[in-house]
């Protein structure tokens, strides 16, 4: 059983483009959450999805930033016209429903030059 | 938002030291978890911590729930560098709500 998948795990972008980090969830994991890394902190809450559903993006930009987890396929994190301080490393976690065991994948490293 | 103050940020200690490091809140959380993160990796569960007063342990690996359920500490026996990494402590109420990390504590091991 693979455990959470994210990818691509390095992904350079120039100022003003789109950025998509796609996590797949541990098998029979129905919950998905994104956190954001910067250097030298601690990870952010961003957003907490259920299949078709956003539970939580109480951590989420306003702006530019968009998340879904479809029906089928893996959960999408979408930035939109990336600027150098999106640069970070993004984290997705799932778990199964209803419980804090989160999993959490290696990342994806975003660098925006 | 809930915040949590782990301390210290780093440390630097000798193969074979004992490690202690903890981690406050400003408000209540029914349950604690510890996180450890290698480098390019994503966090991996250390422990977890249902319970006021419940301790714990996981090899060389003790955590402590605070009492006041504000609070806990982990403890990591004569250290090795393996131990490398960032060890992060996250609070946790519902089913509903986001794990909360703190900033890290980064620990160095000197062979």
């Known amino acids: 059983n693979a455990g959470v998948m994210q990818n691509p795990r390095h992904l350079v972008r120039r100022r003003g483009q789109e950025a998509r980090l796609r996590c797949s969830p541990m098998?029979?994991?129905?919950?998905v959450y994104w956190y954001r890394q910067l250097p030298e902190e601690g990870l952010k809450f961003m957003v907490y999805?259920?299949?078709?559903?956003?539970?939580?993006e109480s951590g989420m930009p306003k702006e530019r930033f968009s998340a879904e987890f479809p029906k089928e396929g893996p959960s999408i994190l979408r930035i939109q016209q990336v600027v150098r301080g999106d640069s970070a490393a993004y984290f997705c976690a799932s778990s199964p429903t209803g419980t804090m065991s989160y999993t959490f994948g290696s990342g994806t490293r975003l660098t925006v030059v | 938002g809930q915040q949590l103050n782990q301390s210290p940020q780093s440390m630097f200690i000798q193969e074979g030291e004992d490690v202690s490091m903890n981690c406050t809140s400003s408000s209540i959380f029914n349950t604690w978890l510890w996180y450890k993160q290698d480098p390019g990796e994503g966090p991996v569960l250390l422990i977890a911590l249902y319970k006021a007063g419940e301790l714990t342990s996981n090899g060389r690996l003790t955590a402590q729930f605070g009492i006041t359920r504000k609070d806990s500490f982990l403890n990591i026996s004569a250290s090795i560098p393996s131990d490398v990494g960032i060890y992060f402590c996250?609070?946790?109420?519902?089913?509903?709500?986001?794990?909360?990390f703190g900033k890290g504590t980064r620990l160095s091991v000197i062979a």
């Open positions: 098998k029979g994991h129905s919950h």
């Open positions: 996250a609070g946790f109420n519902s089913g509903n709500t986001p794990l909360v």
């Open positions: 999805l259920q299949k078709e559903n956003i539970i939580d």
